[in-house]
């Protein structure tokens, strides 16, 4: 009861809701960490918040706005003129951030490269880009590469993530080993949720 909790958005974590038995409790607030898709084909990422929001009957707060901008002008006009300075400022005391990890490569499978050119994509892996947490793009050590993308993504600051009281991270496949791991050094990690291919990659 009475818990705030910050949440991603991705194919694992919205997989996981059909298998949730939760139990209602009072005072919960259910807050969105990212921006979603402007153009959605089958379902915008951003449902996940209030379609879990509603199964625990917690209040949610979405982050209505593109989860890309195009300029760090209209990235802060948002949050102040636009009423997601109040998000921002609950995101800053997470009892719980539950966030999934995307991959970046030649290769990549994450909603976040889904959303970026081949250019970009190319840019970002030259820079050493190998994962993104609420995309926000960042290298094996976990720091954010020198990208104009990570300046003008609507998230709230990982910093945010790495304060929360429990860190929470779903994701799986052998290939975002590396994404994990970096990932785990930009924001902790107190929970793990994965599969065993991951799980040995990570080992070894």
């Not at 910050?6 to 194919?11: F, H, I, P, Q």
């Not at 990890?101 to 250019?119: E, F, K, N, W």
């Not at 994962?131 to 976990?142: E, Q, R």
């Not at 600051?157 to 429990?166: T, V």
Request: charged content about 20%; hydrophobic content about 50%; proline content about 4%.
């Amino acid at each position: 009861a009475g818990m705030t909790i910050g949440v991603g958005w991705g194919r694992t974590l919205t997989a996981s809701l059909p298998a949730l038995r939760p139990s209602r409790h009072d005072g919960v607030r259910v807050v969105s960490l990212l921006g979603g898709i402007v153009e959605a084909r089958t379902g915008n990422p951003l449902e996940f918040s209030w379609r879990l929001a509603s199964q625990f009957g917690a209040d949610c707060y979405l982050m209505v706005a593109p989860a890309i901008v195009d300029s760090e002008d209209t990235k802060r006009r948002l949050i102040e003129k636009c009423g997601l300075d109040r998000l921002f400022a609950m995101a800053a005391s997470l009892d719980l951030a539950v966030v999934s990890v995307g991959d970046i490569g030649p290769r990549a499978t994450s909603l976040a490269a889904a959303m970026i050119g081949p250019d970009q994509l190319r840019e970002l892996i030259a820079l050493g880009a190998v994962a993104d947490v609420l995309s926000n793009f960042l290298d094996a050590d976990g720091a954010s590469v020198p990208h104009a993308l990570n300046r003008v993504v609507m998230s709230v600051d990982l910093e945010a993530i790495r304060n929360a009281g429990h860190v929470l991270i779903a994701t799986g496949g052998a290939h975002r080993a590396p994404a994990i791991r970096a990932a785990i050094r930009r924001v902790g990690c107190n929970t793990l949720i994965t599969d065993e291919d991951a799980a040995r990659a990570l080992l070894a």
